[in-house]
């Protein structure tokens, strides 16, 4: 009777060792969620809010081969001229600035830096170029940022759309970088996810540096 009590109390022991084992997970005990592949991405201004975040589906950053030919639209210049966008780069780089509005604070701030590091901008063979929907922007982008590079607008929205940029709902560019260089091809393209999600004047400087460089490296 003993060694049967015995053996009883072995297979309850095992029993419960087994079911230990094989329990459900809790929240604070179980493994990390598994990579869904996106990942977080870099910030390339540090975790400013008016600086930039990342846009997976918008061809993000710079790629070695270029990201196309950039597509050439009718804008308007501040005179109320219509002008070929194309011109912008038809000698230099350009570095093409989409820009909400002079209402919309993170973009006066992003144009006011901008504005700032133009000397910069200019040495290492850039050219900006900033592109609002509304034609009355421009003097008021400039008088809010002092901005002494070109600014145009884009009521039909023609450029806008072209290079993808549109914020359909309120029919205005989302905050978008974009530079062209001199054969027409898209080295690096950024569009924002929001109003707050633009683009540092150091990222600009840093591509701009890498074109020149690698131009002055050609044969």
């Known amino acids: 009777m003993l060694a049967r009590a015995h053996i009883h109390i072995l297979a309850a022991a095992l029993v419960m060792a087994l079911a230990g084992c094989g329990g459900g997970r809790t ?13 977080t991405g870099g910030d390339p201004t540090g975790g400013d809010p008016a600086g930039g975040g990342t846009d ?36 230099t780089t350009a570095v093409l600035v989409f820009s909400r509005g002079h209402w919309c ?20 063979g850039g050219k900006l170029v900033a592109i609002t929907a509304d ?46 260089d001199k054969t027409g091809r898209i080295t690096f393209r950024y569009v924002g996810e929001n109003a707050a999600d633009t683009v ?14 690698a131009e002055k490296a050609a044969p």
Do not use: Y
């Not at 597509?71 to 038809?90: C, K, M, P, Y």
């Not at 150091?202 to 020149?212: F, H, I, P, T």
């Open 200 to 213: 540092a004047i150091a990222v600009v400087l840093s591509e701009l540096d890498k074109l020149q460089a």
């Open 105 to 124: 604070p993170f973009c006066v701030r992003q144009l006011t830096e901008f504005g700032k590091q133009n000397a910069r901008v200019e040495a290492l």
């Open 135 to 180: 034609p009355e922007d421009p003097p008021k982008l400039r008088q809010k940022t002092g901005a002494t590079f070109t600014i145009v607008s884009d009521p039909d929205l023609a450029a806008i759309k072209a290079f993808d940029v549109l914020d359909a709902g309120n029919g205005i560019a989302r905050p978008a970088i974009v530079i062209v």
């Open 27 to 39: 929240a604070a005990g179980g493994p990390s969620p598994p990579d869904d592949g996106k990942g």
């Open 56 to 91: 997976p589906g918008a061809g993000t950053g710079a790629a070695p081969g270029g990201l196309g030919k950039a597509a050439d639209a009718t804008v308007l210049a501040e005179n109320g001229d219509h002008i070929q966008l194309a011109s912008a780069w038809l000698n």
